[in-house]
């Protein structure tokens, strides 16, 4: 398993941004496992962003970002999306998706997620 995160980029605060999350390699579908998004601010460490169950497609956010962040998966293309709106600078951070088996008490936890992608730069300019 390979994860590939894409769509990062510089942008102004209140844009938007879509992240792009496939698996690269084997292209096996993401079903049965559960997506995250992670982010990590510059001298910070990797925080919760946003994670989706595969199967059923419950969801879950960070409160720094439920109503401007939305995470979706396509399964046609075997893909997690995270949706960001009106962005702030604060956002700032490498972003990652993630993939695992987390119980729901521990979606939020990086160790619950056993494969990684190499993360995408966001950046928001004041």
């Known amino acids: 398993v390979q994860l590939q995160a894409s769509g990062g980029g510089l942008v102004q605060a209140g844009d938007s941004l879509r992240l792009s999350c496939a698996d690269s390699v084997s292209g096996r579908p993401f079903s049965g496992r559960t997506v995250g998004w992670f982010r990590q601010p510059p001298g910070k460490e990797r925080e919760f962003v946003a994670a989706?169950?595969?199967?059923?497609?419950?969801?879950y956010y960070a409160d720094s970002v439920k109503g401007r962040f939305t995470i979706s998966r396509d399964s046609a293309k075997n893909t997690v999306y995270l949706q960001m709106d009106s962005l702030k600078p604060e956002d700032t951070a490498v972003y990652y998706c993630a993939s695992g088996f987390p119980i729901t008490s521990s979606v939020r936890r990086r160790e619950s997620y056993r494969y990684w992608g190499q993360g995408t730069q966001v950046t928001v300019s004041s």
């Open positions: 989706v169950k595969w199967s059923g497609g419950t969801t």
